[in-house]
C-alpha cells in the first residue's frame, strides 16, 4: 500500500478509531468522519495522535476523495453514504481486513450465530495459560487493528462478526471456526438466509492447504454448505454424537473426547467449567483449536476446568425466596435462546423480545411448552411474540423497562421457579446494548 493513498473511516468507534492509529501509524492520509457525536474517550485519543476527524455529518466531497474506505461494521449498506462511495467505485473495507495487511501473526478466527463469543474467550484462556504471545481482538476488546499498531503479538484470536465478515477481501485465517449458522441479523440481509450464510462462510476465503476449519458437525446449514464447496483447508468437526473422529471432538460415555494427529485429551462433562450442550460445543471448538496449537494436555484439561464465562451468557444473578434469576441477556436471536431454554431445568418466566430482526419463533414451541408458565415481553413491539405465543402460553404481559420487567417476573414466580432473560432480540429499542440491557436486569434482580 502506497503511502499517497487517502484513507476516510466512517465510524469513530473502537474499530474506526483503531484502523485511524493504525493507518496514521503506517504514515497515511486518514480522515475520520462520523454522523453522530464522537464520544469524549475517542475524541481525545484522536486528539492526542493529531488523527483529523468530523462528526454530527459526512463532508461527501471529501470522503469521495478517498482511495479506500474504512466502514465500521455496525453501519448498513443501504444508507445514502454508502451507496455513493460504492458508485464512484472506491473500495470498502473492514478493520479487519485493514489491520490483517500490517501483521504476520497466525490468526484465529471465530465466527458463528452463537457461541462465538464464548469460545473466543476460551480459546484465548487456553492459549494464554499455555504460554503463547497471544493478542484477543475482532468483535470483542480492543480493536485487531489497534493492537496491531500498538503489539506484537505472535498470534491472535478473533471474534468475526458477519457484518465485519462483508468487508474482507484478503483476510486469511490460518485456523478459521464456525460454530454454527443459524437465522440471525436478516434485517440486514433482506431477509434472505442464504445471503447471511454466504456472509459467514466468507471467513474461508483465501485458506491455504496448511490451514483448517474447525466446524460443528451436527448442523444442517454447514454440513450442507461445506460438503457443496471446495475447501483446501483440512477439515475437522466436532460433534456431541458418539462418533469416533480420526481428527476433531466427540462423546464417549459421558466424556468429550479431543483428537488431533496422534494426541488425545479426554475429560468428564462435568469437568468442564462451562455447563450446558451448547458450551460443550464451545470446549469442544476451542479444546481442538488449541491441540492445533500445540497446547499440552495438562495445561488444555486445567483451563477448560478453570474458565469463568462471559457476563449476560446464562449468568447466575441471584435467588431471592427461592427464585433463580439467570441474566442471558447475550441472547439476541431465537437460536441462542433454545439453548437458554434447553438448559432451564425448571417451571420458568421467560422475558423476551426487543427488536425483532426477522425471528421465526416456530423451533421454541416445544421448549416453551414444556418449560414457559409466563412471558414477560421487554420491548417496545411485542405483537410477534405474542402472535407466536399466545395460544400455548397462559399468561403474557408487556414492560417497557427491565425494573418493570422484573418486578412483573417476580409477583408471577414461585418458589422453586426461574426468571430467564433470554431476549431473542436485539436491545436497540430501550438499551444502547445488551450489556445495558443485562446490567439493569441484574440491577432491578438485586434490588428486590
Not at 53 to 77: C, D, M, W, Y
Not at 175 to 185: V, Y
Not at 200 to 205: A, M, S
Not at 321 to 341: C, E, P, Q, R
Request: contains cysteine; glycine residues 6%; charged residues 20%.
Amino acid at each position: 500500500m502506497q503511502n499517497d493513498q487517502k484513507i476516510v473511516i466512517l465510524g469513530a468507534g473502537e474499530s474506526g478509531v483503531g484502523a485511524a492509529i493504525l493507518a496514521k501509524k503506517q504514515g497515511l492520509d486518514v480522515l475520520v468522519s462520523d454522523n453522530r457525536n464522537v464520544s469524549e474517550k475517542y475524541r481525545q485519543i484522536l486528539l492526542k495522535h493529531q488523527i483529523e476527524f468530523e462528526e454530527n455529518g459526512h463532508q461527501l466531497h471529501r470522503i469521495l476523495q478517498a482511495t479506500e474506505v474504512i466502514k465500521s461494521p455496525g453501519i448498513p449498506e443501504n444508507i445514502p453514504i454508502i451507496k455513493a462511495i460504492r458508485e464512484k467505485k472506491i473500495p470498502i473495507i473492514s478493520e479487519i481486513e485493514f489491520a490483517s495487511r500490517y501483521t504476520n501473526a497466525k490468526l484465529i478466527s471465530i465466527t458463528g450465530s452463537n457461541g462465538k463469543t464464548t469460545t473466543t474467550l476460551l480459546l484465548y484462556h487456553i492459549l494464554k495459560n499455555g504460554g503463547l504471545n497471544v493478542g484477543l481482538a475482532g468483535n470483542i476488546g480492543q480493536s485487531f487493528a489497534w493492537q496491531v499498531a500498538e503489539n506484537q503479538f505472535d498470534v491472535y484470536v478473533l471474534e468475526i462478526s458477519s457484518f465485519q465478515l462483508d468487508g474482507m477481501v484478503k483476510f486469511r485465517a490460518n485456523i478459521a471456526i464456525i460454530t454454527n449458522i443459524t437465522p440471525d441479523h436478516l434485517d440486514r440481509y433482506e431477509n434472505n438466509f442464504a445471503f447471511y450464510t454466504a456472509s459467514k462462510l466468507r471467513i474461508l476465503q483465501n485458506q491455504q492447504p496448511e490451514d483448517a476449519i474447525i466446524y460443528c458437525a451436527d448442523d444442517p446449514v454447514l454440513n450442507r454448505e461445506l460438503s457443496n464447496r471446495k475447501c483446501v483447508a483440512q477439515l475437522i468437526p466436532f460433534t456431541l454424537k458418539t462418533n469416533p473422529l480420526k481428527n476433531g471432538a466427540f462423546i464417549k460415555e459421558n466424556k468429550i473426547i479431543i483428537k488431533y494427529h496422534k494426541t488425545q485429551v479426554s475429560m468428564t462433562l462435568e469437568q468442564l467449567a462451562l455447563q450446558g450442550k451448547h458450551n460443550t460445543y464451545n470446549s469442544m471448538a476451542a479444546g481442538v483449536a488449541s491441540k492445533l496449537m500445540y497446547i499440552r494436555n495438562e495445561t488444555l484439561k486445567l483451563s477448560l476446568s478453570d474458565f469463568h464465562n462471559i457476563a449476560h451468557r446464562l449468568e447466575y444473578v441471584s435467588s431471592v425466596h427461592g427464585i433463580s434469576f439467570i441474566n442471558d441477556s447475550k441472547a439476541t436471536n431465537v437460536n441462542a435462546t433454545w439453548y437458554a431454554l434447553e438448559y432451564v431445568d425448571r417451571p420458568t418466566v421467560w422475558i423476551a423480545g426487543g427488536v425483532d430482526k426477522g425471528n421465526d419463533y416456530s423451533g421454541l414451541l416445544d421448549l416453551v411448552k414444556e418449560k414457559v408458565k409466563a412471558i414477560v415481553c421487554l420491548g417496545l413491539d411485542n405483537r410477534a411474540i405474542h402472535a407466536a405465543f399466545g395460544d400455548i402460553v397462559p399468561y403474557i404481559v408487556d414492560t417497557e423497562s427491565a425494573e418493570e420487567a422484573v418486578a412483573e417476573a417476580y409477583q408471577i414466580a414461585s418458589k422453586g421457579d426461574i426468571v430467564l432473560l433470554s431476549p431473542a432480540c436485539a436491545s436497540f429499542d430501550l438499551f444502547e446494548n445488551y450489556e445495558a440491557r443485562g446490567n439493569q436486569f441484574k440491577k432491578a434482580v438485586n434490588k428486590l
